[in-house]
């Protein structure tokens, strides 16, 4: 062992006890609720017993749940919608600030700020804006674009709609940064030897931006999925605890908590969607993994 | 940015020199457009909380009666500074173990070889495959099951260590040269003070986001808190704006804004506060797998 190293005082066991109190909260807290989800998955438990094997009776039902398929359909929904936002919205706005001009720190921080506000807090600010007596509502009646407040929050599509805009939204500012690092390694040659030859400032960000930070995309529009179908808190504010009228804008985090806890919490059936919900995020991880390798290859 | 050739006349250099500043003004005018679209709902509710109470919330765009009325009322009606005190102990003793056992776990993963030490960086990857609302029945029944529900240790526990973090120590201490490492076991410095005296202050950057991502996820979490905390006496500062923004009795929206603003403000002035440690150390621990 000292061999390799050429570094004496090294026993055997002492990278695992650097290591301990780490392996234990992982193994405690990352490990066991992922085996235990697979295994409560084929059970019938609930939150106050135990279960008994089941088999796939708890998948069974899944397919057969419309409430299982309405909160299916909206986090996938969700993520169709928002990920292309969250794709290129934050690399036009990434170079909108990449221009060394006066004040623009500012406005780089200006735009990250969404990003520090909590979920919570972000979630009242917009609720502010878009309730039926809030400010959007307030200037479209002035302005008698409307007659009838516009239902942002108590309308199910439309709350949906509403927390997809407070998701962009609090997203812009942090994949900008994902992007100014990638912009950062743009060689500056080849944007000034297209200008030479009479390519404008759009033709430019097509041509030459886009290709250049086509690998941060992809990495842009894996995050930006997996984090989309984990939205919980903006929908819950901004509609309530029941997930908008008759659970309309459910997304699947959602139903896992109204289905697994409470007294009557079947730990069981939840398990399942846990697992459904666990097989959904993997299938778009891959497939932007397979992307990214066939960008490279 | 778009150079002009040698040879052009003068009448060109001049048309080019008007269109960039009209470039220029373009993108101050696109900046300005997305200042009130990023900043405007943050600026709307602020200037609701410094609302008087007997002025129209839509009377003009500026409060008549400027105020701070309302956030001495929130918390007059409302235990905030209880909150407060509850998200702290989460926050403070996330900062520490998350600096502490992330530095631990970082620098036995980022020194020489040993048995085992893929298996153990490839479960640790592993598990970040897995997103926390597809665990979180499960990690609520193993809380429950250490008598930790409705405890501030139980919202704690879970986040103590977190393995982005771990990653980013390990990055961070593949960076120290070899030869620094050499020199100090020349000098007779065993483990435990090569990582306390060589290592850790090496990675400066790293353990400074460490701490910012740790004690802005503490203080910004919602969910987790809300399976596992029952008491309204144990509520952290999200917990309590979830009960202000449904209490029916208080339909003042001007409580709401102060109470979201009590919440926002404190965080801004810390991120801004340390922004620069946050930006330099993203940078130096760049995860690398």
Redesign the interface.
Known sequence: MEADTGLPHRAWWTPYLFLAPGLVMVVLFGLWPFVNTVILSFTDARILRGGGFVGLDNYRRAVADPDFWVATGNSVLYLLVVVPCLVFLPLALAVLVRAKIPGIGFFRSAFYTPVIASAVVVGLIWQWVLRSDGLVNTVFRRLHLVSEPVPFLTDSTMLLVSAMIVTVWKGLGYYMVFYLAALGNVPASLHEAAAIDGAGPVRRFFSITVPQVKPMMLLVGTLSAISALRVFTEIYILGGESGGPGGGARTLPFLIRQVGLGFAGETGYASAISILLFLLTLGFSLLGRRLTKGDEG | ???T?AGETDRADRSGRARRRL??AA??G??LL??V???G??V??FL?SIRGRTENV?DGVLPTQPTLDNYVRVAESFPILQYVGNTLVVAVLAVT?NM???A??G???S?????G?EV?FT??VA?L??????????????VRGMGLVDTLVGVW??G??S?LN?MIMRAAFLAVPKEV??AA?LDGA??WTR?TRVFVPSAKGALAVVCITSF?GA?????WP??VLTDSDHYTL?LG??TL??ATTVND?RL??A??MA??LP??LF??AL?RFF?KG??EGAVKF
Do not use: C, H, N
């Not at chain 2, 020194?111 to 048995?115: D, T």
């Not at chain 2, 495959?129 to 193993?142: A, G």
């Open positions: 940015m778009s150079t050739p470039g220029l993108r101050y696109t900046l997305m200042l679209v990023m900043l709902p943050i709307w509710q609701t839509y173990s502490l056992f992330a631990m776990g620098y036995a993963l020194r020489a070889a040993w048995k030490r153990v479960v640790l598990t495959m897995f997103p926390f609302e597809s665990v979180m029945i499960s990690m609520f029944l193993t526990l879970p103590a260590v393995v771990i490492e050499e076991v065993g483990e990582f802005m203080w910004d979490d919602f969910l809300l399976l999200q704006l979830k923004a449904g929206q709401v804004a109470g979201a919440a926002l965080m801004m991120f801004f922004q930006f993203v940078g």
